[in-house]
């Protein structure tokens, strides 16, 4: 897989505020065959994050709406067990 930045100058998007040009950076994805595989792999990483950070906000309102701390470490450990336990389901599927 290969990204590749172009950098383009338009005239036409001036910024009346500062007077500066406006640069577009716009990014071309090209994909191998083999690549595809792994681009799948990385939407479930995302979508596995995804649903961490989901549980963990739903698991933490109810730690303070019941008055016990919550700090980042709190995110940090519900996001983990999140993630150990969708992945080990996960595994114990394939098998």
Known sequence: MSISVVLQSASAHRSK????????????????????GRLGMTQGVILLVF????VAYVVTRTRRR???L???RTWLVIMGCV??????????QRK
């Open 17 to 36: 505020a500062r007077g500066s040009w406006v640069l577009f950076v716009s990014f071309r994805l090209m994909l191998d065959a083999g690549d595809l």
């Open 51 to 54: 649903i961490a950070l989901i």
């Open 66 to 68: 019941m008055g016990m």
């Open 70 to 72: 919550v700090t980042g």
């Open 83 to 92: 993630v150990i336990g969708v992945l080990a389901l996960w595994i114990s």
